[in-house]
C-alpha cells in the first residue's frame, strides 16, 4: 500500500462534498444572531462534539463581563485542539459562530440551509459558516490521511465578532489563547474570495458627537438655542472641510474594493429633538441637544490620535466662530489599521497553495472593514494571521446570503495544504 500524500487528502476533501454540504447546513440552523447572542452554547457544542469524536481537546471558555454576557446569553466559545506526533508549531483556524440579525427581503428559510444551483443559503452561509465548515473538513482530512502531522491543529467557533469580538476573540487573547508559544499561525476563513489572501484591515474609530442647545417654546424660537441648527453647521463643515480632505488620502494597502483605499465616514444616525414615540403631535420645543454617531474609516498612513484631532479641530473652530456652539465628543469604539506580512509564513503558504490548487495566482488584499484579526495582533501579539476562506465578501449580511459548494471543496483543499505547509516548514 503507497504511503499517504497531499493528493490522499485532496482526494478525501473531494469524498466529503456532501458531508460539508451538511455541516454547512448544521451550523447554518443554529440561529446564532448577535445581538442579543442566540444559540451560542448549543452551537459551540455542537462543534465540539464532532471535533471530541475525532481526537481533539475541546475546551468550552465563557467570556464572562463581557459585554452582552448573561445566564440568558453566555458568551460561549469552543476551542479545540489536536496534538501531532512530534513537537512543531500550530496552526489555528478561528471563525466566528455569531451573525446579524435577519432583515427583510428574504425568498428561502433564513435558517433552513436550503440547497440549490450549487450553493447553500442561510443567514451566515457566507458570513462565515461556510468557512468554518470547511477549516473542520479541511483539518479532519489532514488527519484521516495518515500524513505524519508535527505540532498542533486548532479550530475555535468564537462569539460577537459582529459586535467587536470583545466576548470571542479580545477575551481568549487577553489570556492567551492567541499568542505564542501556545499558537504560531493563524487562518481566519472570513469570506473574502476563495482567491484571496486578506493580511489586514483598515482602522475604525466611531464617536459620538452632541452639540447643546437651550429648549425653549417653538413659537418663540428666539428665546431658544437650537442644537439642531449647530448640528447643521457641523455636518456642512465635514462637508466643506473634512470629506474633501478624506478623499485626498490614498493608501498603498491592498484595500478592496477601490472606493475603501481611501479614509471614509459615514454618519452612522442622528437624534435630535423631543422623541416621537407616541400618539399624536410632538411637544414644539427648541432642541437642547442633538448627537450623532459618526463611523470614521481610516488608512495605515494615518494616525488614530490624528483622526480624532482632525474632527475636533473643526468642532473647536466652530466653538470659537459660532455664538453659543458647545459640544461633547465620546469615543465609542476604536480599533488601529492591521497588516500581516504577504511574504510571512502564513500568507505565502496560503497563496502557494491557492495557486496550487485553483491554477492561478493570489491576489493579495485588505478588507475595508475590521474583522477578529486585529484582537490577535493587537492583544495577542501574534502577527502571523491572515483571513481566507470561501464566500464573496459582497453577500454578506444580505438577504438570501449563500456559499458556493465548489468555493467551499476548493478552500477547504487551501486550508489543508497551507496548513501541511505550516506544520511541516514545506511550500505549496
Known sequence: MSSPTMQTVMDLIDGRTDELVALTQD?????????PGEAYRPCAEYIGERLKKRGFVVE?????GSPGDSDQYPRTNIIARWTGSEPGPCVHFNSHIDVVEVGAGWTVDPFGGEVKDGRVYGRGACDMKGGLAASIIAVEALIDSGLPLPGALEISGTVDEESGGYGGVAYLAERGWFSTPRVDHVIIPEPLNVDR??????????AEIETKGRIAHGSMPFLGDSAIRHMNAVMQAFEDKLYPAMAGRHSDMPVVPEGARQSTMNINSIHGGQAEGFDGLPAPCVADSTRVIIDRRFLIEETLDDVKGEVKAILDGLAAQRHGFRYEMRDLFQVAPSMADRDGPVASTTAAAIETVLGRKAQFVCSPGTYDQKHIDRIGKLKDCIAYGPGVLDLAHQPDEWVGIDDMTNSAKVMARAAYSLLTREQG
Open 197 to 206: 489572501v486578506c493580511i489586514g484591515h483598515r482602522g475604525v474609530w466611531w
Open 60 to 64: 468550552y471558555v465563557r467570556g464572562e
Open 27 to 35: 451550523l447554518i440552523r443554529f440561529p446564532t444572531i448577535n445581538p
